[in-house]
């Protein structure tokens, strides 16, 4: 994707061949600017305060994090030590745990003298990777909307634009590049379909309102931010065509763990018969798990990402100001379960399949030995 006329991933190698660059989007929409990593330590802290969020980029940046401390020790206890500080940064986003697994034994498994050059090189190959699969999930995903759009017409010629919902940020900014939830978004635009995208501002970070929308308006997508609050009186009255949201980890029997609300807008969306998406990519799916709600642990943070609000005044200087009477408690839930039985279709790299075990399998019949019963 592209920010004015250069073309950026989230993550790059620097020059040097050895740091790590990534977009600090703590500091997003109002301010660009690139971080460099320089140690597992960095690595671990721009994961932990969300320099970096969404599921495939922390994996990705997990990845390079262990590369980092391989450039620096690449012994078995050096990694394993990397391994654990990572693990520990986030315990919700199930591709965390997946890209270390990878690196872990891929690294483990050669000779000490080749393990810097290996994880370096695993760590490119995850990134490139996770950008041919969002670029397919918006393919996959593209005919959903385009079928909406078909739907709208009713054979009566072009009818439009088609409304789709979006909660938190699940772009290119949660990726490498492309994105899960509006990949298929990017997809049908570019290809002519007209679309127009609900963005929810998602509290307490509001990733909506300042990345999802940082990301459409530079593509050109006519969005609008709400509250919220607003996408079930928007499905009420029929201004809502289908939903898509993102996904942090996802059980073998299609149960969707996302950031908190969105198990409100899939009840919203069941309620009004209001087709409900869900994107992710293969690295996503924790085929371990069978009951999202009982078996997924929930990410609690720091309460004054609730009591507290970050932006800018009218005269561009940012600005951290309180919302809650001084010495009110405050819970800071970060993720919730949608069950499988209220996601309409869960769109993969592979295709689209129902929020099952049987159309997950259909898809991924190699991980059958893998699923939860």
Same mark, same amino acid.
Request: charge should be negative.
């Given at each position: 994707?592209?920010?004015?006329?250069?073309?950026? *991933?989230?993550?790059?190698?620097?020059?040097?061949?050895?740091?790590?660059?990534?977009?600090?989007?703590?500091?997003?929409?109002?301010? $660009?600017?690139?971080?460099?990593?320089?140690?597992?330590?960095?690595?671990?802290?721009?994961?932990?305060?969300?320099?970096?969020?969404?599921?495939?980029?922390?994996?990705?940046?997990?990845?390079?994090?262990?590369?980092?401390?391989?450039?620096?020790?690449?012994?078995? &206890?050096?990694?394993?030590?990397? $391994?654990?500080?990572?693990?520990?940064?986030?315990?919700?986003?199930?591709?965390?745990?997946?890209?270390?697994?990878?690196?872990?034994? *891929?690294?483990?498994?050669?000779?000490?003298?080749?393990?810097?050059?290996?994880?370096?090189?695993?760590?490119?190959?995850?990134?490139?990777?996770?950008?041919?699969?969002?670029?397919?999930?918006?393919?996959?995903?593209?005919?959903?909307?385009?079928?909406?759009?078909?739907?709208?017409?009713?054979?009566?010629?072009?009818?439009?634009?088609?409304?789709?919902?979006?909660?938190?940020?699940?772009?290119?900014?949660?990726?490498?590049?492309?994105?899960?939830?509006?990949?298929?978004?990017?997809?049908?635009?570019?290809?002519?379909?007209?679309?127009?995208?609900?963005?929810?501002?998602?509290?307490?970070?509001? &990733?909506?309102?300042?990345?999802?929308?940082?990301?459409?308006?530079?593509?050109?997508?006519?969005?609008?931010?709400?509250?919220?609050?607003?996408?079930?009186?928007?499905?009420?009255?029929?201004?809502?065509?289908?939903?898509?949201?993102?996904?942090?980890?996802?059980?073998?029997?299609?149960?969707?763990?996302?950031?908190?609300?969105?198990?409100?807008?899939?009840?919203?969306?069941?309620?009004?018969?209001?087709? $409900?998406?869900?994107?992710?990519?293969?690295?996503?799916?924790?085929?371990?798990?069978?009951?999202?709600?009982?078996?997924?642990?929930?990410?609690?943070?720091?309460?004054?990402?609730?009591?507290?609000? *970050?932006?800018?005044?009218?005269?561009?200087?940012?600005?951290?100001?309180?919302?809650?009477?001084?010495?009110?408690?405050?819970?800071?839930?970060?993720?919730?379960?949608?069950?499988?039985?209220?996601?309409?279709?869960?769109?993969?790299?592979?295709?689209?399949?129902?929020?099952?075990?049987?159309?997950?399998?259909?898809?991924?019949?190699? &991980?059958?030995?893998?699923?939860?019963?």
């Amino acid at each position: 994707m592209k920010i004015g006329d250069t073309h950026y *991933r989230t993550i790059w190698l620097g020059d040097d061949d050895w740091s790590v660059n990534v977009i600090d989007q703590t500091l997003l929409p109002h301010v $660009f600017e690139v971080r460099r990593l320089e140690s597992l330590a960095d690595a671990a802290a721009a994961i932990a305060d969300m320099v970096v969020r969404g599921a495939p980029l922390i994996g990705a940046t997990a990845a390079y994090g262990m590369a980092l401390a391989a450039h620096v020790d690449p012994s078995d &206890q050096a990694l394993e030590d990397a $391994f654990a500080d990572l693990l520990a940064t986030r315990p919700t986003a199930i591709n965390l745990r997946w890209a270390l697994d990878l690196m872990r034994e *891929r690294l483990l498994a050669v000779p000490v003298d080749y393990r810097r050059a290996l994880a370096y090189g695993l760590a490119a190959e995850i990134c490139d990777n996770d950008v041919a699969t969002c670029q397919s999930i918006g393919q996959h995903g593209s005919v959903l909307i385009a079928d909406a759009l078909a739907r709208k017409a009713g054979g009566n010629g072009a009818a439009g634009p088609v409304n789709v919902l979006t909660h938190c940020n699940a772009g290119w900014l949660a990726t490498v590049d492309w994105g899960t939830a509006l990949a298929p978004i990017y997809a049908a635009h570019d290809a002519g379909i007209p679309v127009h995208v609900w963005v929810d501002e998602t509290r307490p970070r509001n &990733q909506g309102a300042a990345l999802t929308a940082y990301e459409l308006g530079g593509h050109g997508i006519p969005h609008t931010v709400i509250v919220d609050n607003a996408g079930g009186h928007l499905m009420q009255h029929g201004m809502v065509d289908l939903c898509i949201t993102g996904t942090d980890r996802t059980t073998a029997h299609g149960d969707v763990c996302n950031k908190i609300g969105t198990y409100l807008k899939a009840l919203a969306a069941h309620d009004n018969g209001i087709p $409900f998406y869900v994107g992710l990519p293969h690295s996503t799916i924790d085929w371990r798990l069978g009951d999202g709600v009982a078996e997924i642990p929930i990410e609690q943070r720091d309460g004054e990402e609730v009591s507290h609000i *970050r932006g800018v005044t009218g005269a561009g200087q940012g600005t951290t100001v309180r919302l809650v009477p001084q010495g009110t408690a405050v819970g800071n839930y970060a993720f919730d379960v949608t069950p499988a039985r209220l996601v309409t279709g869960l769109i993969t790299e592979r295709g689209v399949c129902p929020a099952s075990r049987a159309g997950l399998l259909a898809l991924y019949p190699e &991980q059958a030995e893998n699923a939860a019963p």
